[in-house]
């Protein structure tokens, strides 16, 4: 059992995953969430620091919640966070569409290439045989 205090009020809990908050704590930041986009539905042009200020809410949690693609906003908002690789501006989570684009190129890539890799014949036909040098 793993007991650990709450980042947000102290108090010790029993900590299973994920951030380091006490259930109460987390149900606060839930209806916190709830708020968030109850105002961003009324306010749809709102910027992060209207956000913010409104709500009682700090612009990096908002940011977080944005990264963890739970608030999306429309192409016509001023809000925008930065890509985690290039810096473009996106709307919601932590890459753009091209720097996707290319994570996957890559990682299909590297799939490949073993597959590729299995039909070439060996560089030796005596097969694997050990091998003494004499002294």
Request: aromatic share 6%.
């Given at each position: 059992?793993?007991?650990?205090p709450c980042r947000?009020?102290?108090?010790?809990?029993?900590?299973?995953?994920?951030?380091?908050?006490?259930?109460?704590?987390?149900?606060?930041?839930?209806?916190?969430?709830?708020?968030?986009?109850?105002?961003?539905?009324?306010?749809?042009?709102?910027?992060?620091?209207?956000?913010?200020?409104?709500?009682?809410?700090?612009?990096?949690?908002?940011?977080?919640?944005?990264?963890?693609?739970?608030?999306?906003?429309?192409?016509?908002?001023?809000?925008?966070?930065?890509?985690?690789?290039?810096?473009?501006?996106?709307?919601?989570?932590?890459?753009?569409?091209?720097?996707?684009?290319?994570?996957?190129?890559?990682?299909?890539?590297?799939?490949?290439?073993?597959?590729?890799?299995?039909?070439?014949?060996?560089?030796?036909?005596?097969?694997?045989?050990?091998?003494?040098?004499?002294?």
């Amino acid at each position: 059992m793993d007991v650990r205090p709450c980042r947000n009020c102290k108090r010790l809990f029993n900590y299973l995953s994920g951030a380091p908050i006490c259930p109460s704590c987390q149900d606060k930041l839930e209806e916190k969430f709830r708020e968030v986009k109850a105002y961003i539905n009324e306010h749809p042009s709102a910027s992060i620091k209207d956000i913010s200020e409104e709500v009682d809410v700090t612009t990096k949690q908002l940011k977080t919640w944005i990264r963890e693609e739970r608030l999306k906003f429309a192409d016509d908002s001023p809000v925008g966070i930065e890509c985690m690789n290039c810096g473009k501006t996106i709307k919601f989570g932590k890459y753009c569409e091209a720097c996707k684009g290319k994570m996957i190129s890559n990682l299909s890539k590297a799939v490949e290439r073993p597959q590729q890799d299995e039909g070439r014949k060996p560089l030796s036909s005596n097969g694997n045989k050990m091998r003494f040098l004499d002294s």
